[in-house]
């Protein structure tokens, strides 16, 4: 086990050199960390919707721009990014999650099409939802406006309606 944040660069720099050292070669890259947020956009600290780009799109970037020389060199390897269905449709109380999520869908489309020459593929995964902690484990924002309280109350029953409904992670 390695230890990585995908949030510094050193981290990532010194994890792909540890596995290189000890692998010699990196075939598949899983970008699967994230992070999510429950605030509506107007309510959201701008440091929290930073962090949450930083983790969920920069993260996967700086971690694959890690690993590319090396599947170049060996020309190819795969690489899987993890978004979301809220990469594909906007979610009401998670702005910033859907718009890190939106940017790496981009992103993978794009460099898909960059890595071909290289015989490097890159997969796009968009789970709905699963019956998961990371949802209980999301603080609220500290600054909630009254005027969307029938809103946010709405947004939180249906998410916890559909995790409730949700694909069991161990399958």
């Given at each position: 086990?390695?230890?990585?944040?995908?949030?510094?660069?050193?981290?990532?720099?010194?994890?792909?050199?540890?596995?290189?050292?000890?692998?010699?070669?990196?075939?598949?890259?899983?970008?699967?960390?994230?992070?999510?947020?429950?605030?509506?956009?107007?309510?959201?600290?701008?440091?929290?919707?930073?962090?949450?780009?930083?983790?969920?799109?920069?993260?996967?970037?700086?971690?694959?721009?890690?690993?590319?020389?090396?599947?170049?060199?060996?020309?190819?390897?795969?690489?899987?990014?993890?978004?979301?269905?809220?990469?594909?449709?906007?979610?009401?109380?998670?702005?910033?999650?859907?718009?890190?999520?939106?940017?790496?869908?981009?992103?993978?489309?794009?460099?898909?099409?960059?890595?071909?020459?290289?015989?490097?593929?890159?997969?796009?995964?968009?789970?709905?939802?699963?019956?998961?902690?990371?949802?209980?484990?999301?603080?609220?924002?500290?600054?909630?406006?009254p005027d969307y309280d029938?809103?946010?109350?709405?947004?939180?029953?249906?998410?916890?309606?559909?995790?409730?409904?949700?694909?069991?992670?161990?399958?």
């Amino acid at each position: 086990m390695l230890v990585l944040d995908v949030r510094s660069d050193e981290s990532v720099h010194a994890c792909v050199a540890e596995l290189l050292q000890r692998a010699g070669r990196i075939d598949l890259l899983v970008n699967n960390a994230g992070q999510t947020h429950a605030s509506l956009a107007e309510e959201t600290d701008p440091a929290q919707a930073r962090d949450v780009l930083e983790t969920n799109f920069w993260g996967a970037v700086r971690v694959t721009n890690a690993v590319l020389p090396t599947m170049r060199k060996q020309r190819g390897g795969h690489i899987i990014n993890v978004s979301s269905l809220a990469g594909l449709l906007g979610t009401p109380g998670q702005a910033f999650y859907s718009a890190s999520k939106f940017a790496l869908e981009g992103y993978s489309e794009a460099l898909s099409i960059e890595l071909q020459p290289f015989n490097i593929h890159v997969s796009l995964i968009e789970p709905g939802f699963f019956t998961t902690g990371l949802h209980a484990s999301t603080a609220p924002s500290d600054r909630q406006i009254p005027d969307y309280d029938g809103l946010r109350s709405a947004i939180e029953t249906s998410v916890q309606q559909s995790i409730a409904q949700g694909g069991d992670p161990q399958a």
